[in-house]
């Protein structure tokens, strides 16, 4: 989320039926049902304005919907997360940046695009609750840059996902391609971005990591999630290893 204002408001406007918002949303029940919410759903607690936070805000969503007789009441509740970040803010500048490169239709490189703005999001909208508050607002932007750029070796990269062969199925070649990215990402831009900017503490390390596996997760099911992020945390953990190496000892 980005606004201009730190208050904000934890509802839509304009507010009615006595102070509550409505907001939409689409529900599935176990039984196949789908009810579209256009003016069900209420936010509750926050029916006052509220401020928003630098960084990570949560908010609970809670609604129902009554069916006739003899279905029950139907009721759904979800945690959601605003992010505020300020106007100009030069790491979220790379999340923009990120959602201009065009995403056609089977192109294999999809894949890692969405994860890039994904976990850059993430980092860049909670680092008001890291140890360090400061660190991933140089290392993001080192990071994502040369992908921006395609300086390196990235026309390289990207030209072998776009040579493979035919032959193998959509989703083999998107995943490989992915694999590819990733890796290269790791190994060059992040290693670079670490070595220049600082590895960081343990806990942020730590942190930063739960972001991965969760946009990760967001894009695959159980199982390539499970491969995928034992592959990244291995390759994470070795480059910031020989960051550490290279900073000068205390």
């Given at each position: 989320m980005r606004t201009n204002a730190v208050n904000g408001t934890a509802s839509s406007r304009p507010n009615i039926r006595g102070g509550w918002a409505m907001v939409g949303m689409i529900?599935?029940?176990?039984?196949?049902?789908?009810?579209?919410?256009?003016?069900?759903?209420?936010?509750?607690?926050?029916?006052?304005?509220?401020?928003?936070?630098?960084?990570?805000?949560?908010?609970?969503?809670?609604?129902?919907?009554?069916?006739?007789?003899?279905?029950?009441?139907?009721?759904?509740?979800?945690?959601?997360?605003?992010?505020?970040?300020?106007?100009?803010?030069?790491?979220?500048?790379?999340?923009?940046?990120?959602?201009?490169?065009?995403?056609?239709?089977?192109?294999?490189?999809?894949?890692?695009?969405?994860?890039?703005?994904?976990?850059?999001k993430y980092s860049c909208g909670n680092r008001p609750q890291m140890q360090n508050t400061t660190w991933l607002t140089k290392v993001v932007p080192a990071f994502v840059q040369p992908f921006l750029d395609k300086s390196g070796s990235w026309n390289e990269v990207m030209q072998a996902c776009a040579s493979q062969s035919k032959f193998l199925p959509a989703y083999v070649r998107d995943k490989r391609c992915e694999d590819k990215m990733a890796k290269y990402h790791i190994q060059q831009d992040l290693q670079k971005s670490l070595n220049e900017n600082g590895c960081g503490t343990e806990a942020d390390w730590d942190e930063v990591g739960t972001y991965i596996h969760e946009c990760v997760a967001e894009q695959n099911s159980f199982i390539p999630t499970l491969v995928a992020n034992g592959i990244i945390v291995k390759k994470r953990n070795e480059i910031r290893k020989m960051c550490q190496a290279s900073r000068p000892k205390s």
């Open positions: 529900y599935d029940d176990e039984f196949g049902f789908s009810w579209e919410f256009s003016d069900e759903m209420e936010y509750f607690h926050f029916a006052a304005p509220e401020t928003l936070h630098e960084g990570r805000n949560k908010y609970e969503l809670i609604g129902w919907l009554q069916r006739q007789w003899p279905l029950p009441e139907c009721e759904a509740s979800d945690i959601v997360r605003l992010f505020y970040v300020k106007p100009g803010d030069q790491c979220y500048a790379m999340v923009e940046e990120l959602d201009k490169i065009p995403k056609p239709p089977n192109d294999p490189t999809n894949g890692f695009v969405t994860n890039q703005r994904c976990i850059a």
